[in-house]
Nanobody, 120 residues
């Protein structure tokens, strides 16, 4: 299973970016998918996640500014980021809980990360 993330870049405060992540390979079922981020010198943290049924969860600091969405048919998630702030600067990683065969439990897979830089 491979996760390919894209869409990062460098923007000014208040601007927007949209991240995408597609899961491919031997996939039987994809459960939760989400976005995490890691800033220099800090631990990786959850940004947003979405279940296969569409239930979403956000960290408090991005609530109302970021929107996570999902296309189950294409095993793809998106993160629409608006009103970006310098503190949003980090490498953003996508994560997917994937079962590779019927009745097999899910395992966690990670994308390679995409850099988001917000300057003031």
């Amino acid at each position: 299973v491979q996760l390919q993330a894209s869409g990062g870049g460098s923007v000014q405060t208040g601007e927007s970016l949209r991240l995408s992540c597609v899961a491919s390979g031997r996939i039987s079922y994809v459960s939760d998918m989400g976005w995490y981020r890691q800033a220099p010198g800090k631990q990786r943290e959850l940004v947003a996640k979405i279940t296969a049924g569409g239930k979403m969860r956000y960290r408090d600091s991005v609530e109302g500014r970021f929107t996570i969405s999902r296309n189950n048919a294409e095993n793809t998630i998106y993160l629409q980021m608006s009103a970006l702030r310098p503190e949003d600067t980090a490498i953003y990683f996508c994560n997917a809980q994937v079962s590779t065969a019927v009745l097999e439990p899910v395992n966690a897979y990670w994308g390679q990360g995409t850099q988001v830089t917000v300057s003031s």
